[in-house]
Every structure is written in C-alpha cells, then in structure tokens.
T-cell receptor
Framework: GAVVSQHPSWVICKSGTSVKIECRSLDFQATTMFWYRQFPKKSLMLMATSNEGSKATYEQGVEKDKFLINHASLTLSTLTVTSAHPEDSSFYIC????????????FGAGTRLSVL | DAKTTQPTSMDCAEGRAANLPCNHSTISGNEYVYWYRQIHSQGPQYIIHGLKNNETNEMASLIITEDRKSSTLILPHATLRDTAVYYCIVRVNTNAGKSTFGDGTTLTVKP
C-alpha cells in the first residue's frame, strides 16, 4: 500500500521549546492530510485537517496557535507544537488520503513526543 | 461521521477465524465502512473497506448487512501477529473524508 512517512519517530524536548513533526506521502500526492493525537490506552483523536495551499481546519477544542500546521506541498505537511509543556506529551499520528487508490487513508507510524 | 459501536475486547484461538462485529446504524447512503488495526505504538494499518457489497482481500473479508447498519470483519486464520486494536470507521469516500475513531476492539489471539 501507499506509504506515509513521519519524522521524527521519537522526540524529547524541554518545556517551552517548539517541536516540528513532518508528515510525507512518499508515493502519492495528498491535497489533504490529517493530524491526530493519541494518549496511552486511548483512541486516536482528530486534531486538524491540513489543506495544501490553505489554512488548516482545526477540531473544536484544539488551539490553532499551539499546534501550527503547514501544508506547503502536495507531499508534505508539518505540525509544530509551540512552547511545548509536559501535558503536550503524546503520540502524534498523521494520515493522508490516496485519491488514486480508492481514497484510502494511510497513516504514518507516529511520533512520540515527550516534554520534560 | 456516523458513530460506530464495537465490543471492547475479544479473544481468538490461533489458526481459527476471528469475527469482529461493528454496528453503524446511523450510516448515511454515501458513507463507506473502513477497517483499520493498530498494533501497539504504531500507526493504524488499513485492512479493508466497502460500501454495500462484501469484500475480500489478502488480509481479511468484510461482510456488510443488507441494511448496512452493521458489518463484520473476518480474519480467516488468525495468527499471534493479528493481536491488535481493530477500528471500524464510517466515512465518506472522498479525498477530504475525515476518519473518526471510536474505542475499537482489542483482539487477543492466543496460542
């Protein structure tokens, strides 16, 4: 199946710093990508929809200034966690829809963020 | 997106078929049923999807009831590596269709 790559897979940072997570569709173009976060033993929660060339659409309760999303090309979306705090520690997962393959949504392997 | 209901957990013996049910009684006519699974600390893996006809691929079979209000994912010969959380998702089959995850079913395959 199509591959969605996330980088880094694991990041540890100090409180107050910003962290950028990249999501790439490796063998297809994606005008829309999605960002999720997942806490231990919980399900995935949709944070925002990343739209190529336009502003992201955030789900209710997600701070847009806290979680900056940039979708500058058809194969790359980035999520920046600004001024990270320990409560932002989580598993962040992106996904992209392959419109050339029956609109199947493929997910990245996830990024584990630990804020000290 | 339509809400889905799945059992919290299920066990299955290795080599036997695993049948995972999902209720989606409020599904709309243009919404598809998708199944994913998530193995611990990994991203969800696509398994199969369908609209109204039964579907089969190399991983599993999907049986959708005639009224489309429920479906069953079948893993024909479960192995230990199939132990995972299985998610049933209902969404429109478009580029921008959002996937809303419920709590899923934790399938444990036992030797």
């Amino acid at each position: 199946g199509a591959v969605v790559s996330q980088h880094p897979s694991w990041v540890i940072c100090k409180s107050g710093t910003s962290v950028k997570i990249e999501c790439r569709s490796l063998d297809f173009q994606a005008t829309t990508m999605f960002w999720y976060r997942q806490f231990p033993k919980k399900s995935l929660m949709l944070m925002a929809t990343s739209n190529e060339g336009s502003k992201a659409t955030y789900e209710q309760g997600v701070e847009k200034d806290k979680f900056l999303i940039n979708h500058a090309s058809l194969t790359l979306s980035t999520l920046t966690v600004t001024s990270a705090h320990p409560e932002d520690s989580s598993f962040y997962i992106c996904s992209a829809t392959n419109s050339g393959a029956k609109n199947i949504q493929y997910f990245g392997a996830g990024t584990r963020l630990s804020v000290l | 997106d339509a809400k889905t209901t799945q059992p919290t957990s299920m066990d299955c013996a290795e080599g036997r078929a695993a049948n995972l049910p999902c209720n989606h009684s409020t599904i709309s006519g243009n919404e598809y049923v998708y199944w994913y699974r998530q193995i611990h600390s990994q991203g969800p893996q696509y398994i199969i999807h369908g609209l109204k006809n039964n579907e089969t691929n190399e991983m599993a079979s999907l049986i959708i009831t005639e009224d489309r209000k429920s479906s069953t994912l079948i893993l024909p010969h479960a192995t230990l590596r199939d132990t995972a959380v299985y998610y049933c998702i209902v969404r429109v089959n478009t580029n921008a269709g959002k996937s809303t995850f419920g709590d899923g079913t934790t399938l444990t395959v036992k030797p």
